[in-house]
């Protein structure tokens, strides 16, 4: 039985669709994730299946429940992390992880949701205090003091620096380990791709595709991607029209050329550079991501 079940989801704000008749399953072990931009409709998704928010149509199954028929029982079983949460500043990390564990009847120690978190020299410190990344961490753990079997990770890593960020992940791959299902929404792409057992591709409220990373990436691209900066701006009929070159594409100064055969397309971008119809600079050749995908698919790239 699928953790969640949507079908034809739909969320209306001053006449506009959010949110426009989407559907989709979470299977029960698995990392799902909602990638897309900003604005894409990806936490209003999620807080109608949450119930934080009412949907205008369509059904939710929440662990085998409507969850508007069940919000309570479902709620001792879910764990929830808002995009930003707003804590007592003058309570420790104990204090709260204690104060959120008596809203439940079941609740994990204190101590045991710290260490998960890797928070052991902050336990006594107030959350006023504490980093952008180790405020992200804390948060992470008042979703888990219920040791929920459903978890909701709304924009987890957003704003923290690299290291904060892999930190959350790694946090992410123990839960999954530990045989939690996890729903996270995200626009970072690295992290989607990482994390994600399948991802839902999100723009303007539907769903764009919806396949596990490896399968969207080979499903629409049996190519290479060069990228490089351009200063001269060459038209994209030239480029396109080199030797391999499936697609080309321009995004502010940034190009990027997908190609079936690397070694021939390199050769023709030196031709055309020396006609002095381009002048390229941070050449890079990479394999297909995630990115490559929402780019083909929307024709822009996914921004912060």
């Known amino acids: ?28 072990g698995e990392v799902f994730g909602l990638l897309g931009p900003n604005g894409a409709g990806k936490t209003t ?32 079983r879910i764990g929830i992390q808002l995009q930003t949460t707003g804590l007592y500043p003058l309570l420790t990390v104990t204090e709260l992880l204690t104060l959120f564990g008596s809203f439940y009847q079941r609740a994990l120690p204190p101590d045991k949701l ?20 180790q405020m992200q961490r804390l948060s992470l753990a008042l979703s888990l003091v219920n040791d929920p079997e459903l978890i909701f990770l709304d924009e987890p890593t957003t704003g923290l620096d690299p290291q904060s960020r892999r930190q959350i992940w790694n946090i992410v791959k123990d839960l999954k380990q530990q045989g939690k299902t996890i729903m996270l929404t995200t626009h970072y792409m690295e ?18 595709a919806l396949d ?34 499936t697609q080309a594409s321009r995004d502010g100064g940034l190009v990027t050329i997908y190609t ?45």
Not at 234 to 245: K, M, Q, T
Request: glycine share 8%.
């Open 191 to 208: 992290e989607a791709q990482t994390l994600c057992d399948r991802v839902a591709v999100m723009d303007a409220g539907t769903i764009i």
């Open 114 to 133: 710290i260490e998960l978190v890797s928070l052991e020299d902050k336990r006594s410190t107030r959350s006023k205090n504490l980093s952008g990344g």
């Open 212 to 245: 596990t990373p490896s399968r969207l990436i080979e499903t629409h691209f049996e190519t290479t991607a060069i990228e490089f900066e351009d200063r001269n701006s060459a038209p994209l009929d030239v480029l396109e029209a080199l030797p391999g070159v």
């Open 45 to 76: 998704t999620v807080e109608c299946i949450e119930g934080l928010r009412v949907p205008d149509g369509g059904k939710i199954t929440v662990l085998g429940h409507e969850h508007l028929n069940n919000g309570n029982g479902i709620k001792e």
């Open 260 to 304: 079936l055969n690397t070694p021939q397309t390199m050769e023709g971008l030196l031709e055309v550079a020396r006609s002095g119809q381009l002048h390229f600079s941070d050449l890079r050749v990479r394999s297909a991501s995630l990115e490559d995908v929402f780019l083909k698919l929307t024709g822009r790239r996914i921004r912060d």
């Open 1 to 28: 039985m699928p953790a969640i079940e949507v079908s034809d989801l739909r969320k209306i704000y001053h006449g506009v669709p959010a949110v426009d008749n989407i559907s989709f399953e979470v299977h029960e």
